[in-house]
């Protein structure tokens, strides 16, 4: 199985903060990582796929880079709704595997 | 805009077989990859297989002995069966499209539903 690593597992920062999040795979996996955003007592939703392709509707603040074994995840101007949980996932092999998330407080 | 909605049993006991159903509104379950995904307390999420409008699956191999899915494209729904569960198979439980095959993003999801494992 592909192991998905995030960094950092949870940070604080303030509205209009630049935010970076890393996820690492233990093995390639080329451009196949996508990224949500779950917020407490609901589903996740998608933001970024292929790496770097924006979900339909998702606010273009968003952004994602990487391919290989190496992702991030960039919030540029952070917004109070963005705070929850964010997990890269790879689609690169079967089983299908989730980053262990990263928890994003909004100072 | 499609919507899923799991439902089936909130408690199974242990050695029993889990059983779900993910209705799909909004939206055909014919063409598309329809997945299984779930979520104990606190941890990360993990996959546990999908399966295509014409029957066709993949299951996680961690899971593969004891897991079945199948699809009704008449009643526009999916279901997921786990037999011989244990407390570990706690969680809570998430169907989910593949909404681009070729990158296999999840792009809708159902709202979830809490299975508990105990006697």
């Known amino acids: 199985d592909i192991q998905m690593t995030q960094s950092p597992s949870s940070l604080s920062a303030s509205v209009g903060d630049r935010v970076t999040i890393t996820c690492r795979a233990s093995q390639y996996s080329n451009s196949y990582v996508n990224w949500y955003l779950q917020k407490p007592g609901k589903a996740p939703k998608l933001l970024i796929y292929?790496?770097?392709i924006l979900h339909a509707g998702v606010p273009s603040r968003f952004s994602g880079s990487g391919s290989g074994t190496d992702f991030t995840l960039t919030i540029s101007g952070l917004q109070p709704e963005d705070f929850g949980t964010y997990y890269c996932q790879q689609s690169y092999s079967i089983p299908r595997t989730f980053g262990q998330g990263t928890k994003l407080d909004i100072k | 805009q499609v919507q899923l909605q799991e439902s089936g049993p909130g408690l199974v006991k242990p050695s029993e077989t889990l059983s779900l159903t993910c209705s799909v509104s909004?939206?055909?379950?014919?063409?598309?990859?329809w997945n299984w995904i779930r979520q104990p307390a606190g941890k990360r999420l993990e996959w546990i297989g999908r399966i295509y409008s014409s029957g066709r699956t993949i299951y996680n191999p961690s899971l593969e002995s004891r897991v079945t899915m199948s699809v009704d494209t008449s009643k526009n729904q999916f279901s997921l069966k786990l037999t011989s569960v244990t407390a570990a198979d706690t969680a809570m439980y998430y169907c989910?499209?593949?909404?681009?095959?070729?990158?296999?993003?999840?792009?809708?999801w159902g709202q979830g539903t809490l299975v508990t494992v105990s006697s």
């Open positions: 292929a790496a770097s």
């Open positions: 989910a499209r593949i909404g681009n095959d070729h990158y296999d993003d999840f792009d809708f």
């Open positions: 909004g939206g055909s379950v014919t063409g598309y990859y």
